[in-house]
């Protein structure tokens, strides 16, 4: 293949799979302040799920010939991105519904295109990890309606998440076309099949009607239903603070790179352990199939 092409796909395949992993860590800390055993069982298993996304496109990157032990200590030493949405906090229950609902909302909204894209490895796990991001979806949407369905201040609580959520969630999608230093070149290899602000009112579009549903109220000013058009026009977004956030100025920056060198050091007697154990059942196939030989 065009290395160009290679390359492009270790770029966005491997922020992908970077997201997912620091994507566990804002929802993570949650999992002991789950409002309910229920509540508790089902954020789990989601951010279990996050961990298997991360595995499935880590692997997806190791066929363009790249370890994903050199992909990890290139997040580790800031050298490759991950979602900028990740760098914003979770301070109450109600941002575990905005980020099912909204976030994976929009990462579905990104990433079920990607089921066709012209990388097949890639294309084959997103089908499998769209299928599990629409339950996330679904989860949130969940949190999000039983909030505001409950006492005033639980939807007040749902209302405050909204607000401070909601354009970070739009910046999920990149910078404007006009801006974007990939999209052209990704629509044209086919790995990528609309552009990011194609996306972004796509998701508008399906988001705004949801939000009513809910009685919530978004926090833009300009958001109208345009007759003429049949989408909902918003508000400018803050583009600078989209580049400050991924230029490593966020709210959570730090602290998640400092929280993912901790695991990673943390967890290397396991990986020294899985490649010892590995090596002693390769060992001992060898020597079964040397007497078998003989």
């Known amino acids: ?3 160009a092409y290679r390359r492009t ?21 949650w999992i002991t302040r789950a409002p309910s055993l229920k509540r508790k069982a089902a954020l789990l298993a989601k951010v279990q799920d996050e961990g298997g996304h991360g595995l ?14 050199e992909l990890l200590e290139l997040l580790l030493a800031g050298r490759q991105k991950y979602s900028s949405i990740f760098n914003y906090p979770t301070l109450t229950w109600a941002d575990i519904g905005v980020i099912g609902w909204l976030v994976d909302g929009a990462a579905i909204m990104n990433q079920i295109p990607l089921c066709r894209c012209s990388y097949g490895p890639y294309a084959r796990a997103m089908i499998r990890i769209c299928k599990e991001e629409s339950f996330h979806q679904r989860q949130g949407f969940e949190i999000m309606l039983t909030l505001c369905r409950g006492t005033p201040a639980q939807k007040a609580m749902a209302q405050d998440a909204l607000n401070r959520w909601w354009w970070p969630v739009l910046m999920m999608f990149g910078p404007p076309d006009q801006d974007s230093q990939h999209t052209d070149t990704a629509m044209r290899w086919k790995i990528k099949r609309f552009t990011n602000d194609e996306l972004r009112q796509k998701f508008v579009d399906a988001t705004v009607p949801q939000g009513h549903f809910l009685g919530l109220q978004f926090p833009d000013p300009e958001l109208k239903f345009d007759t003429e ?14 580049k400050r956030v991924i230029a490593g100025d966020g709210p959570c920056n730090r602290q998640r790179m400092a929280q993912r060198r901790a695991a990673h050091a943390a967890g ?15 060992a001992r196939a060898a020597a079964t199939m040397s007497v078998a030989a003989e």
């Open 1 to 3: 293949m065009p290395e």
């Open 229 to 242: 058009t049949g989408h909902w026009a918003f508000g400018p977004i803050d583009w600078a603070e989209f």
């Open 268 to 282: 290397a007697w396991v990986r020294e352990a899985a490649l010892a154990y590995a090596e002693k059942r390769r």
């Open 56 to 69: 499935y496109l880590y692997a997806a990157a190791e066929t363009l010939g790249i370890a994903r032990e």
């Open 9 to 29: 796909l270790i770029r966005q395949i491997s922020q992908h799979a970077h997201s997912e992993i620091v994507g566990m860590l804002p929802e993570g800390n």
